[in-house]
């Protein structure tokens, strides 16, 4: 029997997204790819709402991250990275280890840092190249809401925003062009419910411009070869997955038919069901409340939960996914992908199996907890 996919990435991804890749392959450097890739990137530009040219990476969420940084960062180059979770982390830790200088500006995980002292940390640092921002920190189910300031304030003093939204585009708003991010770099595999292996990076004329003048000697993420083999021909530099492809442009079919607007709203509904439900049942959204995803779910585990024998009954009993935590949270939260696909049917199913796993571990769930959870998911589409 299959898997509810409730991780946060990937996801479950729609039988017409799989079935997609059974198209014939074809040849990359023919007229049917080119057709197929440009069509995607109108999608794709189209779902990150930008004018900016968009390149599709044959590689997973990592590759877009890594892209962004070593086509912008130069030797000795600061850069300004909020961090509250382990994908800021390892963003600052990529940064200084490619030769840049990483300022972290940090909040304890389950927060995000305050506004005030990124602006306060540029004012003292005005060299500053980027401000490099996770989105959704996808390791503690935070989201930052003050992009659109960070875009404001990069465009004042002249520094490249960019952003991680590999856990986010197509679940929570995420207009491109009118917060000014100049890199913004995103996956298939998580809000956009398609299989892993595709990475969407739109860069800014302003990004494009400095990338072009200046290409790190590297060869696979070397971006200025992308945007020529673009200009010259609407194809890749090297062999993209093009099965990947026909699923993704399916994918993006799928977002762009259900509308945007009313996309992030059925995620937002599902994460209040979410929250809700699991805190009737005992079990603490692990972010403060200002700074809550609504694309991964993250709570704490209470006294006798062990998150092994929690998440092995879900799997194997129950047939539901749902991830850990990692990193210093490992063993203290559990974490629910609710993106993509995600509707009442995935909550109901996630929320009774935690419920009856709770009850085989012998932690007592009470029938009006369990009840009201159910009253709270009941409003949901
Ligand atoms: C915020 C964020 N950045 C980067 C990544 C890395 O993506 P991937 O695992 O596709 O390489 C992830 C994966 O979960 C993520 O959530």
Redesign the pocket.
Known sequence: MEYLVML??PTNVPNRVMNAMLAPIINHRGDDFRQLYRSLVEKIKMTFQTQNDVILLTT????A?EASVVNLIKKGDKAIVPVCGE?GSRLADLIDSWGGKAIRVTAPYGENPQYDKIEEVLDQNKDTKAIYA?Y???STGTTIRYMDKIGQLCSSHGAFFVA?A??ILGGDELPVDKWNIDICVT?S?KGLAAP?GI?PISISDRAKKYILSNPPSILYLNLKRYFKYYEDSFETPFTPALSLFYAFNEALDIVLEEGLDKRIGRHRTCAEAFYSGLNALGLPPFAVEEARSNVVIAAKYIDGMDDKKFRTLLAKDFRVLIAGGFGELKGKVFRIGSMGEVNKYHVTRTLASIISAMNMLGLKVNSEAASNAFEKISGIA
Do not use: C, K, R
């Open positions: 946060p990435g997973s969420g990592t590759g991250v994908f996770v959704n920190e996808t991680d590999v856990s996956a595999q892993p990475s």
